[in-house]
């Protein structure tokens, strides 16, 4: 599906990437700012839906003593990418 950002936590998707913190407050500020279609160099709309979900699981998940989200580097910045 053409519009479409994912998370690649392996890093390993064809194609540009973003990074982005595991945090509601910068995935709002990325989407305020248009952000995903500048980095990703993709003209119109793009669909964020994968990216807010990973994003609400990683934040419910760091308030206890979980692990980082799997697909996260040390600095707990996934991978987002256009398929």
């Not at 479409?4 to 700012?33: F, I, Q, S, T, Y």
């Not at 248009?34 to 003209?43: D, G, I, S, T, Y």
Request: proline share 11%.
């Amino acid at each position: 599906m053409a519009g479409r950002v994912v998370v690649d936590g392996r890093r390993r998707l064809p194609g540009r990437g973003a990074w982005l913190h595991p945090d509601p407050d910068c995935l709002a500020k990325a989407e305020r700012r248009r952000a995903f279609p500048r980095a990703l160099r993709a003209p119109g709309v793009l669909d964020l839906r994968e990216v807010r979900e990973y994003v609400e699981h990683a934040a419910h998940h760091e308030a206890g003593t979980s692990p980082a989200p799997r697909g996260t580097k040390e600095a707990g910045r996934p991978v987002m990418s256009q398929p």
